[in-house]
């Protein structure tokens, strides 16, 4: 089955700084996904990433704050811009994979807190 | 807006019962039903989908669908420690490189 790795696994940033977190998956995929989990809450799609066209994000999220690239099919990656402590979260990507249907699996996340 | 429901719990469960995890959700059009089980500190681990009504039985697991009522159950029998985790509750459209919707979240503990 296809691994799905995250880039950091953690981090403390600085409130008004940016962090880019990285999305590696070992099979080509058409989209990726970035989702926040606030604590305590579910999970939250933020956007969808397609190769070659820019992301499409959820109402509440904008390109400025989260913009996302996806060079290629195994690749992506979200900026959290001018953070904040609301910004804490742990942010997750995610591909559909096929096993014996398409699923959903999720990379290990990013641990992020904004001080 | 889709939505998707649970109960948030805590749901105790004596360990060797059967321990059942409700969801509803709003879209009738919803085709695709996911669980996924989440321990603290780890993302989303998916351990059961379901697409057509009835039930679906994978080991110790199985997912009920009831689209007439726009219900979707987990039963876990023969409960153990280590399902202790929150099970998150997924609805998403057509076959494959849909969004999905979650729910909040049931905490589940097994209590030896």
């Known amino acids: 089955s296809a691994v799905i790795s995250q880039k950091p696994s953690r981090d403390i940033c600085q409130r008004g700084t940016s962090l880019t977190i990285q999305c590696q998956v070992d099979s080509q995929v058409t989209m990726m996904f970035w989702y926040r989990q606030q604590p305590g809450q579910s999970l939250t799609l933020i956007a969808t990433a397609n190769q070659g066209s820019e992301a499409t994000y959820e109402s509440g999220f904008v390109i400025d704050k989260f913009p996302i690239s996806r060079p290629n099919l195994t690749f992506s990656t979200l900026t959290v811009s001018n953070m904040s402590p609301e910004d804490s979260s742990i942010y997750l990507c995610s591909v559909y994979l096929w096993t014996s249907q398409e699923t959903q699996y999720f990379g290990p996340g990013t641990r992020l807190l904004v001080l | 807006q889709k939505e998707v429901e649970q109960n948030s719990g805590p749901l105790s469960v004596p360990e060797g019962a059967i321990a059942s995890l409700n969801c509803t959700y709003s879209?009738?059009?919803?085709?695709?039903f996911f669980w996924y089980r989440q321990y603290s500190g780890k993302s989303p681990e998916l351990i059961m989908f379901?697409?057509?009504?009835g039930d679906k039985e994978d080991g110790r697991f199985t997912a009920q669908l009831n689209k007439a009522s726009q219900y979707v159950s987990l039963l876990i029998r023969d409960s153990q420690p280590s399902d202790s985790a929150t099970y998150l509750c997924a609805v998403g459209g057509n076959f494959g490189n849909e969004k999905l919707t979650f729910g909040t979240g049931t905490r589940l503990t097994i209590i030896p």
């Open positions: 879209d009738r059009g919803s085709q695709s």
């Open positions: 379901i697409y057509s009504n």
